[in-house]
């Protein structure tokens, strides 16, 4: 059987900061945070609480190492925790939500090689849209959407991370997609923005 853990050389790190390295456990920290942290600012929406959620990441993962199954990627495994993670943070501040949306997404898909001001002005509106919708949806549906439309992840990904099965997975995904086409339709009818 394929152990699809990662690179071998992360496999040996993995066995030596379950062993109780952890000068090996600063390495794998080291290697995911990055993308620990984008996952964490496009759940949440703003800085502050994305280095929160990656702090809790990396202390869940180090408590529950030894629990970590060899068999799936290590990535996998901490996107989990990661949501978890946010979702815990966003379900206990939903009466008083930060949410600033990704500042580093751009959500044009319509943009030229040298968008005009027009074009820029309409990005700009598109993505503040977009921003505002996403923090309409549930934890669980934001995470579903972002893992499916900005991480590139598949269905069957999404549902290790979420620890739901492929119908539930897919609802969320198509409950999110919905949910934002709602949000946008009628600015879009009123602009007369082509979407593909």
Known sequence: MKNDAGPPDEAAVIARARGGDDEAFRQLVETHSREVFRLAYRLTGNQENAEDVVQETFLRAYRALHRFDSRSRFGTW??????????????????DPRWD????????????????????????EIERRVRSGLAKLTPTERTAFVLRHFEQQSIAEIGRVLGSRTSATKQAVFRAVHKLRQELAPWVEENHVQVA
């Open 101 to 124: 949306g990704p500042a580093d997404e751009n959500f044009d898909a319509f943009a030229s090689a040298e968008p005009g001001p027009e074009r820029l002005t309409l990005s700009a």
């Open 78 to 95: 901490l996107h989990r925790i990661t949501a978890n993670c946010a979702t815990d943070l966003l379900r206990r501040s939903q009466r």
